[in-house]
């Protein structure tokens, strides 16, 4: 899993990106610019939702919950949000989360 690091990538995916809510994750998809590229992703807590020691747990339940899930096709980056529920949720409602949220934003059947 490749990550996004630039200023720009970031502006890119917030701009052309289609934005996607769930209670426990907020999900921001957008096409990359050369087809076939594997896809990237980032990770973000915001500082409202916590100290460090709590953005980095959100951030790290993010992380797993992407792994647990079956692959994703190639040529899309996507940024995760983490929101006040996702340190405290179970593995399980937050893979069913991202499934769902990756389903509507037409990433798998």
Not at 43 to 49: E, G, T
Not at 90 to 95: A, G, Q
């Amino acid at each position: 899993m490749k990550t996004l690091k630039s200023r720009q990538d970031f502006e890119r995916v917030f701009t052309q990106g289609k934005r996607y809510n769930h209670p426990l994750i907020r999900l921001t998809v957008s096409r990359t610019t050369h087809e076939g590229d594997p896809y990237r992703v980032a990770f973000v807590a915001a500082k409202r939702l916590g100290n460090a020691v709590l953005r980095n747990r959100s951030k790290r339940v993010l992380r797993e919950t992407l792994r647990s899930c079956p692959p994703l096709p190639l040529g899309y980056e996507l940024i995760l949000f983490a929101t006040a529920q996702t340190s405290t949720a179970s593995p399980s409602d937050m893979t069913r989360a991202l499934i769902k949220l990756l389903q509507r934003a037409g990433l798998y059947e």
